[in-house]
């Protein structure tokens, strides 16, 4: 694509859109085509592409026939050593060509784009110049394969620059801003569809986060309470149910108030309605309660229809109580977010709430099973059928269990809380927090602690 005007090179957007691999894409655009025929065009529609807006990646997307219509694509985080980018590029390169050819259809070109902010004082044009090589070694390991490379596109610092159009009067060397978000044709027909570009993943991340705020203090006082009273009710006889059945009614009582709650567009407001909807101790009670493995099963069968959105509002909310000390007991809110947004298509936070629930908890089977199944691109119906199946099997009379009308007054808790912060600290890493993890004495609260999550959990 070395010349960029109007009339050569179209790449043309259809409803036939196929994700292969550990790919994320849009949905089908019903009997929708939309042409694309510049390098801006086609950086306006990244995100639209892939679902979300990508950050420090790098992503091949395949095209197919004589208009170039696009088909799988493969986005990798940028390695941080350049010596990485001639393996990465080559598997990079395997995975998307191998992926078409099992659907069927091999690519006849790629479109690359190269996506990372500068870091300190470097500019947009230094990050484009840094990146260079890689594009060129994408391009060397796409040819190896008898797959052209028709464009690649640095993305940096809200513009972008072409590393395939020596034309500096089209593609200058400070770069060319990118298109305002939503003006496109391609944003418009999104629009019309109803598919959203999404947040990033670094948003998505924050959604999910524990606070960092003065109602911490207040909320780990109520888990430890909660813990010691919930243990307390199991160790009786016929406490484990009644502290199943306990939980998951609560679980729907506080749904229903999230769902009659007055709707908020944005999502950092949604979330901080949701945080006011949420008492400290039903948090809490909610947390430990769901540390047990066929209470969370039985959770996560609200997955479908009318009863999803409010169950993955009511696990996002959850995850962000998980403060302190309590770090692990993320990972059954986690994983049950991210079982959901899978559910529900959307892919990339599926992805996200999942790998953040194994970073809470490396060895929690749930989400190990659940991640390798999502970016392995599975269909998630098989999982529900089984879930249906196991409701069936209980005797449950109602396909999607109903939610009930609040018994109290849809109304922020009673109980006066400290707003979440709205700049919340970045997930933990695999093994605890560093020294803080090691620091951690072999007797005392947080032991108790992680013995209440034991007592409280079947087997997880």
């Not at 949905?27 to 529609?45: G, K």
């Not at 047990?292 to 099963?297: G, I, S």
């Not at 959307?346 to 809470?360: K, P, R, Y």
């Amino acid at each position: 694509m070395a010349n960029h005007s109007e009339q050569n090179d179209p790449i043309d957007s259809t409803d036939s859109i196929d994700p292969i691999d550990s790919v994320n894409s849009l949905d089908s655009i019903d009997e929708t085509l939309v042409t694309l025929r510049t390098p801006a065009e086609l950086a306006d529609a990244l995100p639209y592409l892939l679902g979300f807006r990508p950050e420090e990646s790098v992503v091949l997307i395949a095209l197919h026939g004589e208009r170039g219509r696009f088909g799988g694509r493969v986005r990798l985080g940028i390695p941080g050593r350049a010596e990485d980018w001639p393996p990465i590029a080559e598997q990079l390169a395997q995975c998307l060509v191998g992926g078409c050819e099992r659907r069927g259809a091999r690519p006849d070109g790629i479109v690359a784009f190269l996506c990372a902010e500068p870091v300190g004082a470097e500019s947009g044009q230094q990050v484009m110049e840094r990146l260079r090589p890689l594009a060129q070694v994408l391009r060397t390991a796409c040819g190896s394969l008898d797959v052209p490379v028709f464009e690649v596109v640095c993305i940096s610092a809200g513009h972008f620059w072409t590393y395939c159009c020596p034309n500096k009067q089209c593609c200058p060397p400070e770069g060319v801003p990118l298109p305002r978000p939503g003006t496109s044709v391609l944003a418009a027909a999104t629009a019309y569809a109803g598919v959203q570009a999404g947040v990033t993943p670094r948003e998505m991340r924050a959604r999910l986060t524990p606070w960092e705020s003065a109602a911490v203090t207040d909320q780990e006082a109520a888990l430890d309470a909660a813990g010691l009273a919930i243990v307390h009710r199991i160790l009786k006889e016929d406490g484990h149910a009644e502290v199943a059945a306990d939980t998951l009614d609560l679980a729907r009582r506080i749904m229903a108030r999230m769902t009659a709650a007055p709707p908020v567009s944005d999502r950092l407001e949604a979330d901080l309605q949701d945080d006011d909807l949420l008492a400290h101790d039903e948090a809490a009670a909610l947390i430990i309660g769901l540390q047990d493995r066929t209470t969370r099963d039985q959770a996560a069968e609200w997955m479908e229809g009318d009863t999803a959105p409010p169950a993955l509002r009511l696990w996002r909310a959850l995850a962000r109580r998980c403060v302190g000390a309590y770090g692990e007991h993320a990972a059954a809110p986690l994983s049950l977010a991210g079982w959901v947004a899978w559910s529900l298509g959307d892919t990339t936070e599926g992805q996200e709430a999942l790998d953040m629930a194994l970073c809470a908890d490396p060895g929690y089977t749930f989400a190990q099973l659940l991640r390798h199944a999502c970016t392995a691109g599975l269909d998630p119906e098989p999982i529900r059928r089984c879930l249906r199946r196991e409701r069936t099997d209980r005797g449950a009379t109602a396909v999607q269990p109903e939610l009930p009308l609040p018994a109290e007054p849809v109304a922020p808790a009673a109980e006066p809380l400290d707003v979440a912060p709205r700049r919340r600290r970045p997930t933990r890493p695999k093994g605890g927090t560093g020294s803080r993890a090691a620091d951690r004495s072999s007797t005392g609260p947080q032991n108790r602690r992680r013995t209440i999550r034991r007592a409280a959990r079947n087997d997880t």
